[in-house]
Antibody, heavy 120, light 111 residues
Framework: EVQLVESGGGLVRPGGSLRLSCAAS????????MTWVRQAPGKGLEWISS????????YYADSVKGRFTISRDNSKNSMNLQMNSLRAEDTAVYYC?????????????WGQGILVTVSS | QTVVTQEPSLTVSLGGTVTLTCASS?????????ANWFQQKPGQPPRSLIY???RKHSWTPARFSGSLLGGRAALTLSGVQPEDEAVYFC???????????FGGGTKLTVL
């Protein structure tokens, strides 16, 4: 069974940093591109970052470029999102998800999400 | 700025048929946009329904279908059930910019 479990969320002050993790199980993690999607309270979904299977390619939304860094460790079946210079507008539930196609990046499985709150 | 537009809300009668659409500010949505459709119920993560515009996941109920219609991506529900009441999001892929953009979501109400 495919499982994606996010961790590392919580309350952080504006300007602070947080590192999210996504633990994957039930599939060959190294064979899939992965992505982070977030959802602000009461709002829609926002794609923020994706990473290729070997980490050779990373992609970011303009809203987080230069502040967030995506990475993965295929030996540990995990993906991370280092979030720096956090702002109030980064407050959201962060989901990790698996992409099943190399071109187009179709998504199949999602994690349950983890809440990040940026507030003083 | 690229904008993906969905109907904010739609209402359908139980057992009826409804089509949700997904438009791109850049123009006609083609297969190269790899449209995905997701269903989200309150307090739950999104659930993937359709990928590459028309393809279903193994768990996608047969009453859901995806298509490209009139320059947009479309999600059609035929024989709507009470459990289909949810918010539906589309996602489009913009290969030139290597980015993915979600629509604002359609809240579907089943009467």
């Amino acid at each position: 069974e495919v499982q994606l479990v996010e961790s590392g969320g919580g309350l952080v002050r504006p300007g602070g940093s947080l590192r999210l993790s996504c633990a994957a199980s039930g599939f060959s993690f190294s064979s899939y591109s992965m992505t982070w999607v977030r959802q602000a309270p009461g709002k829609g979904l926002e794609w923020i970052s994706s990473i290729s299977t070997s980490s050779s390619s990373t992609y970011y939304a303009d809203s987080v470029k230069g502040r967030f860094t995506i990475s993965r460790d295929n030996s540990k079946n995990s993906m991370n999102l280092q979030m720096n210079s956090l702002r109030a507008e980064d407050t959201a539930v962060y989901y990790c998800a698996r992409r099943i196609t190399i071109i187009g990046g179709d998504i199949d499985y999602w994690g349950q999400g983890i809440l990040v709150t940026v507030s003083s | 700025q690229t904008v993906v537009t969905q109907e904010p809300s739609l209402t359908v009668s139980l057992g009826g048929t409804v089509t949700l659409t997904c438009a791109s500010s850049t123009g006609t949505v083609t297969s190269g946009y790899y449209a995905n459709w997701f269903q989200q119920k309150p307090g739950q993560p999104p659930r993937s329904l359709i990928y590459s515009a028309t393809r279903k996941h193994s768990w996608t109920p047969a009453r859901f279908s995806g298509s490209l219609l009139g320059g947009r991506a479309a999600l059609t529900l035929s024989g709507v059930q009470p459990e289909d009441e949810a918010v539906y999001f589309c996602q489009l892929y913009y290969g030139g910019a290597q980015k993915w953009v979600f629509g604002g979501g359609t809240k579907l109400t089943v009467l």
